[in-house]
């Protein structure tokens, strides 16, 4: 088996002979499911295991034909309100999206990949309290689609668990669960009928009878006895869930009560994350003075921004060479060829997450040490936010090699190509952010319809070429991320140093 591709290091940004440098704190090592920002919209994210008729479930809640809840194999549906109904795909590698018909007979474009995502958007009272996103089953996620699937949930706020009568928890599944019960993040179960109905009670639970009492069959309820045995199944394993709700669902009757229960969490949830983002934050419009002799803040501002980039660019390449050994595993062990593309597509949407975070990471870390070596005392958080206004400002002034919003995408020959723009990079995500208050914009990686051509072509399931194909793709990934990181800080650098140092200059901070 050839080796991954392996953590390069370069010797120029070498600061370990710095022993008073400042550090960029720990960084994220992986995504995962965090608390829901104030400025983030309601969202309800669903998700399942095939065949338990999610979308059914959520037609039914959104009075909708089924049908119009469609989306390819891969793709996430992305539901909202508008009084105009539309219907697009956002796929990686074009800066518009596809539109096509939001009926029921509206057929898709053709395209050479999957979107990431297709937005649908209806007249539909229950989507003014939030938006309904439905997710790839469970059991094509992996390791990098639950990880997509986590910061998703964390940033929408609500999971909907649909699984049928007849199904049962996978490990998988109740590790994503284990993780989200962690979160301050809602979660409700809808459980509906199975191939053959709700079963009957000796398929399920045997309940527990007083002495001297008879039981028939017609005593019980096999609905509330096969949701009783899955909520028990789920609490033997992640006993953190016993607060979560379940609801039966099978028509639209019976959908009516879970239908209230998320405007209910909506409505309370609204108000919580207003008042937690107040109008005016402290230290917004004060005037802030700087200390008389700051220090070579300049100088540790330049190590630290070259410490934090190095640490960057050599989790980001441990990180892609475990991405190698999956796509090795995938090949060989998996479906072959033909499942390469959807595994190293869900790899660099998790892979873009991870970067992402890491940089505003070590961003908001530099932002905030320098300021407070200027400023003589940490700076509130409305004068950090003033200050990262004004480095956003500036980054244009001072971008090195072109516009930070770049998409990198793999070609069908193992190669990098680059697409810019605000728009390409909304293309690539599965459950879009409306707007950062970050100062860098995020980091896009994806897959171009090339690669699924080439590797679904009847007849190609040459898996000695997949591999080599894979690990030149993965080792092109890691260069340009390298300079992609580099470039970006060394611009933060510029410009939070062109901030700071007019602030030094007139003894206050203008920004």
Known sequence: MKQGPLPSVDSSDDVSGHTDLPSCGPLPTRTGVTGPAPEEPLGVVAVGPAGAERRTVLATLLGLDPVMLTVPAGSWLVVRHAKVPTRAAFVPGYRQPYSYGADRDAAGPALARPPRRVELSVAEPLLRHFTLIDTPDTGTLGVAGGRVLLDAVGRAGALLFVIAADQAFTGAELNLLAEIAQAAVEVAFAVTPGAAGWGTPAERVTPRVGAGASLSSNDVDPVAVTVEAHR??????????????????DDAASAADLRRALVGWAAGEGLQRASADPPVLPGQHERVTVVADPGDWSEQLDRQTRSCSQRIRQHLALELANIHLRAVQEIVFGVGCPGLPDLLDREMAALSLLATAQCDHAVRGILTDAATRVLGAPPAEGVRRRIATAVRYGLADHRNGGDLDRVLLITSTAGVANLTGADAIDAL????????????????????????????????????????????????????????VSRRFEVIRLSLGAVLSDAVDHGILLA
């Open 232 to 249: 028990a199944a789920l609490l033997a394993a992640v006993p953190a869930l016993a607060g979560a709700r379940w609801f039966p669902v």
């Open 429 to 484: 995500a599965g459950y879009p952010t409306p707007s950062r208050d970050e100062v860098l914009p995020p980091v896009a990686v994806a897959l171009s319809g090339g690669c699924w051509q080439q590797w679904r072509t009847p007849g190609n399931e040459d898996h000695n070429a997949a591999r080599a194909w894979s690990q030149r793709a993965l080792r092109e990934v890691e260069l340009g991320l390298s300079r992609e």
